[in-house]
């Protein structure tokens, strides 16, 4: 569920950067759409428009769910019911602390009546996939990519919500090579979508039980950041609680309203070599003035990159100390993303 070639610059406020410069991986502006609207393929149910149909031609939305909403049509011959947008989240330096970033996954849905799903992504453009959605049993064969968002599809039928099948298309603004978890906030995309097509007129989805099923489907994944894309408020962390039906807490954490920046440090390379090339990073950094740094992950495999919380003034020459030394031996320069805390999952109106 990885999405668009990852980019480096600031977000623009709590969402991605400037709409002008986003590009699909073919590098075509998301805004370049054509005019016509596919007609509806047969055994799907065509809903009235619930504000995710026309996304794709709305001059003024942000081009990333612009393409979302556009790629559902050329992919599956109708528009989508609705888009939701989810960010990447980490974990803070303490523990039980998870935040959200301002880079977005999004996805668009349509329900069907049919019992079919049709799950594509334009960072997987050969591997789209028509499966038939069973509740029970071994799922059918699918491309690696697809499991995942299947594997949420069958939760969500189970537990009432579009066993008739669903359209659905993800994209997200970052990969894997980024370093920041691209399972979580696709999952979270997908749930949040197919809940709400599926739902009743005025309902929202229920993101406590969205997130009990997320983490009954997909006990593998890491629930605090899921937590941190369903719940997660702008300048703000989220403390997790081994108390399941404890209220969330919240504390304060933005670094851009104490003159800090918050800095995401991505090695590239053979995975063998990132743990040294991340300290070395981490050590040039400091040398410049970092105040702090550590990993958005919990070390489900190899890092491939460190947060770091920096003075704004010292940016640029961390970034120059970082990159002198790695250019100066030969190796690839890290990545830097700029980071800022960001709210939760929410519907693209």
């Known amino acids: ?32 759409v054509p005019p016509e609207r596919p007609t509806a ?4 149910t065509v809903t009235a428009d619930r504000s995710g149909g026309d996304l794709a031609r709305r001059a003024t939305a942000d081009p990333l769910f612009r393409l979302v909403a556009y790629a559902l049509e050329a992919a599956h011959g109708r528009p989508p019911a609705a888009v939701w947008s989810a960010p990447y989240a980490f974990h803070l330096g303490s523990p039980g602390l998870v935040a959200a970033a301002g ?25 789209g996939c028509d499966l038939p959605l069973t509740l029970s049993g ?14 949420v599809l069958r939760a969500l039928a189970r537990a009432g919500y579009g066993a008739g099948g669903t359209d659905l298309h993800v994209q997200g603004s970052l990969t894997g090579a980024a370093g920041l978890a691209t399972a979580e906030p696709a999952e979270c995309a997908v749930a949040l979508a197919v809940a709400d097509v599926h739902a009743g007129a005025g309902e929202r989805p229920d993101r406590e039980q969205l997130a009990r099923l997320l983490a009954g489907a997909l006990p593998d994944g890491d629930d605090g950041l899921r937590r941190a ?61 970092a105040l702090s740094a550590w990993p958005p992950g919990q070390g489900r495999e190899p890092g491939r990159s460190v947060l770091v919380l920096l003075p704004e003034a010292r940016l640029a020459a961390v970034r120059a100390a970082v990159t002198e030394d790695f250019r100066g031996r030969g190796r690839p320069v890290p990545r830097f993303l700029n980071i800022a805390v960001a709210g939760a999952a929410r519907r693209e109106e």
Request: proline share 12%.
């Open 229 to 289: 894309v369903l719940f997660a408020r702008s300048g703000r962390a989220l403390l997790l609680s081994a108390e399941p039906r404890q209220r969330q807490r919240y504390v304060a954490f933005d670094p851009a309203a104490s003159g800090a920046r918050l800095v995401l440090v991505a090695v590239r390379g053979e995975a063998a070599d990132r743990p040294r090339e991340l300290a070395r990073a981490v050590a040039c950094a400091r040398r410049a003035g």
């Open 138 to 151: 071994p799922p059918p064969a699918a491309p690696a990519w697809a499991a995942r968002p299947y594997a």
């Open 103 to 127: 880079w977005p996954t999004a996805a668009a849905a349509a329900p069907r009546t049919d019992g079919l799903v049709r799950l594509s992504s334009l960072g997987h453009p050969a591997d």
């Open 1 to 32: 569920m990885t999405g668009a070639v990852g980019r480096v610059g600031p977000p623009t406020g709590k969402r991605p950067p400037s709409a002008a410069a986003r590009r699909d991986p073919a590098g075509a502006s998301a805004a370049a």
């Open 41 to 44: 393929s047969a055994g799907a």
